[in-house]
């Protein structure tokens, strides 16, 4: 499983968009690149998941370079809600998952 | 309501007691996961089953055993409890070869005093 890292913890202010870099240097051809949210007190929820280029649904977008040595999920218009530990995971799609510390982001008013 | 539901929320109990944390899933999912949670935050895997077959045992002490009566459920029992093992336990499951991630539960939180 490749190893992933990602900042220990950001801020920003509501209305703004975030940018959470993970880093995956040695990311294996079948791994893919998955992202999940946890709120105080919940277990954690999948977000946005993608292999290359860009995926984009209705909570976030994730930018793959060519290389796939990094990917970066994009919050957009974050709001107080969005207050969380937001976890990088790469992986083939049948491997377990191995969570790391993750990013503590905190939105400010 | 599809989900993956764990009960009890919250569990406190004294050392040396035994007890059963359950999970069900009604989201059709073949696969079904424990993790741990410790008080710094690393969630680690401990027990995956695919279609009621242990397919991963991550290094948990024996005092920990999980059952899956079928599918959709997966309890974890722990004998002997010990005040390391105070953490919150999170339930999960997924398709095993699916497009999808894991759905996790709530977590029960569980205190040993």
């Known amino acids: 499983l490749a190893k992933t890292t990602q900042p220990i913890s950001m801020d920003s202010y509501e209305g703004q968009e975030v940018n959470i870099t993970c880093s995956h240097n040695?990311?294996?051809?079948?791994?893919?690149i998955t992202w999940y949210q946890q709120f105080p007190s919940q277990g954690p929820r999948f977000i946005i998941q993608g292999y290359k280029t860009k995926v984009t649904n209705e909570v976030a977008s994730l930018f793959i370079p060519a290389d796939r040595k990094s990917s970066t999920l994009s919050l957009p218009r974050v709001s107080l809600s969005d207050t969380a530990v937001y976890y990088c995971?790469?992986?083939?799609?049948?491997?377990?998952?191995?969570f790391g510390k993750g990013t503590r982001l905190h939105i400010l008013p | 309501d599809t989900a993956v539901s764990q009960t009890p929320k919250y569990l406190v109990t004294q050392m040396g007691n035994d007890k059963s944390i359950k999970c069900e899933q009604n989201?059709?999912?073949?696969?079904m996961y424990w993790y741990k949670q410790d008080s710094k935050k690393f969630l680690k895997i401990m027990f995956s089953y695919n279609n009621k077959e242990l397919i991963i045992n991550e290094t948990v002490p024996n005092r920990f055993s999980p059952k899956s009566p079928d599918k959709a459920h997966l309890n974890l029992h722990i004998n002997s409890l010990e005040l390391g093992d105070s953490a919150v336990y999170f339930c999960a499951s997924s398709h095993l070869r699916g497009n999808y991630g894991y759905t996790f539960g709530s977590g029960t939180r569980l205190t040993v005093v």
């Open positions: 989201l059709g999912h073949d696969t």
């Open positions: 040695n990311i294996a051809t079948n791994d893919y």
């Open positions: 995971l790469v992986g083939a799609r049948d491997d377990k998952i191995i």
